[in-house]
């Protein structure tokens, strides 16, 4: 079993070298360049009380994935991902948000008051900007199980599942900007 898997893995590594390097024996292949950083913006003019909790969730993210970083917009610079303080439940347009289109995030004081904890919820809702979707796994290590974890959670962090789908999500500009017209509502 374990050399069939190591057979599978040679294989794809010369069908990736292949379609770098043409003909050239994969010896031969430059080394591929750096993947570019996305910069997406967000704008907390709206975020009213939770604003600490709108930075902390982006250095989140930024100190988890190498390909995309979340900066807020500084006066004048477009705006990526808007996040705006509501009452209602927690609740995100579902990405990934491309440096040309946009997204808005809802921080649901409905969920805030329930208890759910406020970095938890920003981090998560980021999550969907960048692509990914809820997994209500009920586990308080998957940040997108969302409010299906305990109340009393406070990880804040994405895991290696999650973390790894928003590098690939990332990994090439090429990707065409999908219409980002869903919206997921975190109710509890
Ligand atoms: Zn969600």
Redesign the pocket.
Known sequence: MLRRSFALVTTALAVGAGVIAGAAPASAAPAPAPAAVVTLTYDDSLAAEFKSAVAQGAANWNASVTNVRLVKAASGQRVNIRVIADNGWPRATLGPVRPTGSGTVWFGREAVNDGYNVVRIIT?EFG?SLGLP?RRTGLCSDL?S?SSAPVSCANALPNATERAQVQRNYASALVAQPAQTTI?V?AA
């Open positions: 998560h969907h809820d997108m969302g997921l975190d």
